[in-house]
């Protein structure tokens, strides 16, 4: 590893771990150091780089680089985390000092995944004209910044806990302004404020408490009383009536797809499994499409977990 770096305009001199010391000429005072992580299905982290020179200089085309490795494509990974720079010189005063730059900027995230945060470049000076020192921290590459400080961070949010809401009949439930309503009624015993019991679990044995409607097709509608962000949706398929299902949301007028196609429920239903879908958006309503799996003649769902609320990017942080 470099142990210090001396520059002269001429030429860079590298003495390393060993007593060995290797110069190198240059044409223009411009540097490159260079420390990174392979790409990988979540990127690495930049590692660091340790500089001790009596000067340090050079052009505006130069860099010092410990930047994050990027997520890998095909498997969909974040990205690393950028590293560390630490340069401590005594660059004279009658010197212009590097002009060049230090990138320290996370990798970025593959298909949507959070790309890394940044790291730090800590440049001090140990000349007893100019004592100074000045800590970088940034996450732009070359000025662009990398996606997680613009996109929304998917975090979780609180769980809509709506078991102690009201079944008016069988087609409307309500919860502190929330309704609930079914476009066909639900069969008896199957109420729809059975989606949000959190009752499935009963000691040790999953047991069934659907909501059920005596029909091939169903649409079950969720009306908030205001603009709610919603994080997520965890699913709960009826395993006495599986039922296919389409998700959608309702915000300013505009329908929006949370699942592009109808989700098909698998052969041999699993009690207690679940579906978890990201939302991500305001709504004011939440649409829910049910279609018999198979030669099925009713339709149903076990339980419906909504989270909502989740804090902003930056609140992440805090």
Not at 140 to 145: A, C, Q
Not at 199 to 215: C, I, P
Not at 238 to 255: D, E, K, Q, R, Y
Request: charged residues 10%; hydrophobic residues 35%.
């Amino acid at each position: 590893y470099i142990v210090s770096v001396a520059f002269d305009g001429w030429q860079i001199c590298v003495a390393g771990a060993s007593t060995a010391t290797y110069c190198y000429q240059v044409l223009n005072q411009n540097m490159y150091f260079y420390s990174r992580n392979r790409l990988g299905a979540g990127g690495g982290s930049g590692g660091s780089i340790y500089i001790q020179a009596s000067s340090f200089v050079g052009g505006y085309t130069g860099v010092v680089s410990a930047t994050g490795g990027d997520g890998d494509l095909p498997r969909g990974g974040g990205g690393g985390a950028g590293g560390r720079i630490a340069l401590y010189h005594n660059t004279s005063t009658t010197l212009i000092f590097y002009l060049g730059t230090f990138l320290i900027n996370g990798g970025s995230g593959a298909y949507g995944a959070e790309c890394g945060g940044p790291g730090t470049a800590y440049i001090a000076s140990v000349n007893p004209r100019n004592l100074t020192t000045t800590l970088i921290v940034d996450n732009t590459h070359y000025g662009v910044p990398q996606l997680s400080l613009n996109n929304i961070i998917p975090n979780r949010g609180k769980l809509l806990d709506m078991s102690g809401g009201t079944t008016v009949n069988p087609t409307l439930f309500t919860y502190n302004g929330i309704t609930v309503s079914s476009t066909v009624g639900a069969m008896t015993g199957s109420t729809l404020g059975l989606l949000f019991d959190r009752s499935f679990l009963s000691g040790n044995t999953w047991v069934q408490e659907d909501f059920k409607a005596s029909a091939t097709s169903a649409t079950v509608t969720v009306t908030f009383p205001s603009t709610y962000y919603l994080d997520y949706l965890r699913v709960f398929p009826s395993c006495t009536s599986p039922s296919n299902f389409m998700i959608t949301t309702v915000f300013n007028g505009a329908t929006t797809a949370v699942t592009s196609n109808t989700v098909q429920v698998s052969n041999g239903c699993v009690s207690g499994a679940y579906a978890e879908l990201p939302i991500l958006r305001n709504a004011t309503q939440l649409i829910i499409q049910l279609t018999a799996y198979g030669a099925g003649t009713s339709v149903g769902l076990n339980e419906l977990e909504l989270y909502f609320n989740s804090f902003t990017a930056w609140d992440r942080y805090n």
